[in-house]
């Protein structure tokens, strides 16, 4: 068991979290973060990659508006590397309520969110893929982020302020002392799931920014102040930017009403449900279905486009008394920083929850005002003055500039991914930087196997070079492969129709039959026990719904139309002979 020392320990390396870290840092403390996971794992990597103006919350929570426009102009310039200004457009759609539209408009002005009425020829001047039927249409100052660019670059910023941030390092307990209203949280006992290695952290402060986990922490200190419940969304991605701008409907919050441009794909979203365990969150088909007929009412023709992968995350929502415990839509997104010494007398504690990703530097600031109200320090936030490291230039859609530098050493240099022009070089920079790094985590770093073939062509070659540098023997290059190309038909089973069914039935066949990847022996599972099903995370069992999808990997691909067709929606306006040429 190792001992440590800290004045402040944080637990959750989320946006949030690792936003405090890089506050309390810069404010002259000790810190060390803890996270389970790799950076930016959990809900800050799995959102829809927006930025907001404040235009979706004028009407129904001004304050959250308010806060995502003040904080949209900071983030943008201190995050420049990770943040792309698209501007975005509210628009009312002939499904829409126009009434909505002049609430819209006054909410907007009363909240101080930029927003400017466009004519519509103006409107679809920019934007010509829209419905042409639209009835109004209004600018505001939406962005798409790159969120594991934008946590990364946060997380350079705090270790250069001395912050220790230690990844794949769980929170066992929390250490309270005394009893009653002298109890504190006085240290937090983690253990390195990749070290092996036991710590013990005595601190003056643990500040809890776990996300939907938060509560599950706070419970380990005896705490029932808060109630953080998980509202659960997918999203899908589609493989062209059919807009360059954020396209919102002009209605109150609802399930896909935005589209946002993001590097090379178009993402919509999203859904809204409470759910029990953060840890396990299916994508229902009905709900990918829902999706894409959103996406036909702003754009029409986006049904027929090809959706090349689906997600979900849980957003960390703080028990909203005024509505059901399970109506998460219509939750609070603002934020909650809880001192449990005032609301329960358990002093060292402080949890933080709520917000938005576009409002992560604000709710880190708020945090460590209260960390630096108990512990008597009196230093101001400097957060939003200062650019992350990296971030000197911002942040345009381009891969332009990869492939210049691709062909300035292109013999000595070869692609790794061809949809992200990823080359060998930056693979192992990155390996060289993070030795211990699993496929997911230079995925979410160098976006390898998030293009068209969502690691069909680039997944083995990974392997392939962790083996040539020596990071790994064949069996365990074999096992991270495994395990990577498992997480991407995550996001693809419920997203099987149309032509992606084609993309994925070639990825079936050169992975499974040609190089038969489920069944190669490994170091983690010899000849005899291989196996074409297995859990997502080893040792963690799946959902059955999960299991079950993942033991249709044993068997050939169904390419029949029909039976590809997503349950509940209506079938593209393609050629269905054509179709079952695949």
Request: net charge negative; charged share 25%; hydrophobic share 40%.
């Amino acid at each position: 068991m190792r001992a440590m020392t800290a004045d402040v320990v944080v637990v959750g390396g989320g946006a949030t979290g690792v936003g405090v870290a890089r506050d309390a840092a810069m404010r002259g403390m000790s810190v060390v973060l803890l996270e389970r996971a790799d950076l930016a794992q959990g809900t800050s990597g799995r959102f829809h990659g927006l930025v907001h103006s404040g235009g979706r919350y004028v009407v129904s929570d001004p304050g959250s508006a308010r806060e995502c426009a003040e904080e949209n102009t900071i983030i943008s310039r201190i995050h420049a590397d990770a943040i792309e200004c698209t501007g975005g457009l509210f628009v009312v759609t002939p499904e829409d309520d126009l009434a909505f539209s002049d609430k819209f408009l006054v909410g907007a002005q009363q909240a101080g969110v930029a927003c400017e009425e466009l004519s519509l020829s103006e409107a679809l001047r920019i934007e010509p893929r829209l419905n042409p039927g639209i009835k109004r249409a209004f600018a505001v100052n939406d962005g798409a982020v790159d969120g594991w660019q934008m946590v990364w670059g946060a997380a350079r910023s705090a270790r250069a302020y001395g912050a220790e941030i230690l990844t794949y390092h769980e929170v066992t307990d929390l250490v309270v002392e005394g009893e009653g209203a002298d109890r504190r949280v006085a240290a937090v006992r983690a253990h390195g799931l990749k070290t092996g290695e036991d710590l013990t952290i005595s601190c003056a402060m643990v500040v809890n920014a776990a996300g939907p986990w938060g509560g599950r922490l706070a419970a380990m200190a005896g705490s029932e102040a808060i109630e953080i419940v998980a509202g659960a969304g997918i999203m899908v991605a589609v493989n062209h930017r059919l807009v360059n701008h954020v396209i919102n409907r002009c209605v109150q919050p609802s399930d896909g009403d935005i589209i946002v441009p993001d590097h090379t794909v178009s993402i919509i979203g999203t859904t809204d449900r409470r759910v029990p365990d953060p840890d396990h969150l299916l994508i229902p088909r009905e709900e990918v279905a829902q999706m894409l007929d959103a996406g036909e009412v702003l754009i029409p023709g986006f049904r027929q486009t090809r959706t090349v992968h689906a997600w979900a995350g849980a957003r960390p929502l703080v028990r909203d008394k005024r509505v059901s415990g399970t109506d998460t839509r219509h939750m609070s997104r603002g934020m909650t920083v809880l001192r449990h010494s005032e609301a329960e007398g358990l002093a060292g504690l402080i949890t933080v929850a709520g917000g938005k990703l576009t409002t992560y530097r604000l709710m880190a600031k708020n945090t460590v005002d209260a960390v630096c109200a108990e512990l008597g320090v009196d230093r101001p936030c400097t957060t939003d003055a200062e650019a992350v490291p990296g971030s000197e230039h911002g942040r345009n859609y381009r891969v332009t500039h990869r492939l210049a530098a691709r062909e300035q050493d292109r013999l000595e240099n070869q692609t790794i991914c061809e949809c992200e022009l990823v080359t060998r070089k930056m693979l192992t920079d990155l390996m060289d930087e993070q030795p211990d790094a699993s496929f997911d985590d230079l995925r979410r770093q160098l976006r390898i196997g998030m293009g068209p073939c969502q690691g069909g062509f680039c997944a083995a070659r990974v392997a392939g070079v962790h083996v040539c540098q020596g990071r790994a023997d064949a069996a365990d290059a074999t096992e991270l492969l495994r395990t990577f190309l498992r997480h991407r038909w995550i996001g693809l089973w419920s997203i099987l129709h149309g032509e992606q069914v084609r993309e994925a039935a070639l990825d079936f066949w050169m992975l499974q039959g040609t190089l038969d990847v489920e069944d190669l022996p490994t170091a983690a599972r010899p000849a005899a026990a291989a196996t074409p099903i297995a859990d997502a995370e080893d040792g963690e069992e799946l959902p059955e719904e999960m299991a079950a999808a993942l033991a249709a990997l044993a068997a050939p691909p169904r390419l029949d139309p029909d039976a590809a067709a997503l349950p509940g929606a209506s079938r593209p306006a393609t050629d269905q002979k054509q179709e079952a040429r695949a």
